[in-house]
């Protein structure tokens, strides 16, 4: 049982590259959620999904996209990579049924923009 | 919204001493959670209290709850260095999504 997963771990982009970070759950989780973390802030929702071919935007949708791929998958999408977008990005997941908002964490995928 | 609100912003205390983070938040709330971060890592769902209790206990971790002043506390005793991490509170209202305040950077020197 390896929870939340996330690749890769690290990335180093050029401005105006694009790039896909993945998440996998295998809690059988409806929800899944992608955050960034800026250095000394708290996270920061970017896009979620509350259950499997949903996606709704969160606190700073802009620049990133997002596919449901099925009920273990969540990727997030950087169609055109800017520095403003050096982040940490964190994957989450929960189950809505628990009823306790509870939710578990991947590891993180640091990305650099230059 | 929901954000919780994280105070002191950092806390820096000696091996063996008590630690206290406080929380406040605006809404009403079904529960209120801490996170532990540790440095380059995700978040560790630590200890839930739900709005009907006002203390809860896990090991070193003793948490309680004023929902008339929307307001919760962290505090982990007898602390040690490996408790060096960054403390994260979200208060959850079912069917909403958590939103996480800046956190308390809290700093256990041996």
């Known amino acids: 049982n390896a929870g939340v997963t996330q690749t890769p771990k690290f990335q180093v982009l050029k401005t105006g590259q694009s790039m896909t970070l993945q998440c996998a759950q295998d809690?059988?989780?409806?929800?899944m959620y992608w955050y960034r973390q800026d250095p000394g802030m708290g996270l920061r929702l970017i896009y979620y999904?509350?259950?499997?071919?949903?996606?709704d935007k969160g606190e700073v949708p802009n620049g990133y996209n997002v596919s449901r791929l099925n009920k273990r998958e969540f990727s997030l999408r950087l169609e055109s990579a800017a520095p403003s977008q050096t982040s940490v990005y964190f994957c989450?997941?929960?189950?809505?049924?628990?009823?306790?908002?509870?939710?578990?964490f991947g590891p993180g995928t640091r990305l650099t923009v230059t | 919204s929901q954000q919780g609100e994280e105070d002191p912003q950092a806390l820096s205390i000696q091996e063996g001493e008590n630690a206290t983070m406080n929380c406040s938040y605006k809404?009403?709330?079904?529960?209120l959670q801490w996170y532990r971060q540790n440095s380059g890592r995700g978040l560790v769902h630590l200890i839930l209290?739900?709005?009907?209790?006002r203390e809860k206990h896990s090991g070193r971790l003793r948490v309680t709850l004023d929902t008339s002043k929307k307001s919760s506390s962290l505090l982990i005793t007898a602390s040690r260095a490996a408790d060096t991490a960054s403390y994260f509170c979200?208060?959850?209202?079912?069917?909403?999504?958590?939103?996480f305040g800046q956190g308390t950077e809290l700093s256990v020197k041996p």
């Open positions: 989450a997941s929960s189950d809505p049924g628990q009823g306790s908002g509870e939710q578990y």
């Open positions: 809690m059988n989780h409806n929800s």
């Open positions: 999904s509350a259950s499997e071919g949903t996606t």
């Open positions: 809404t009403s709330i079904n529960n």
């Open positions: 209290i739900r709005s009907n209790e």
């Open positions: 979200a208060p959850y209202n079912q069917g909403g999504k958590l939103i």
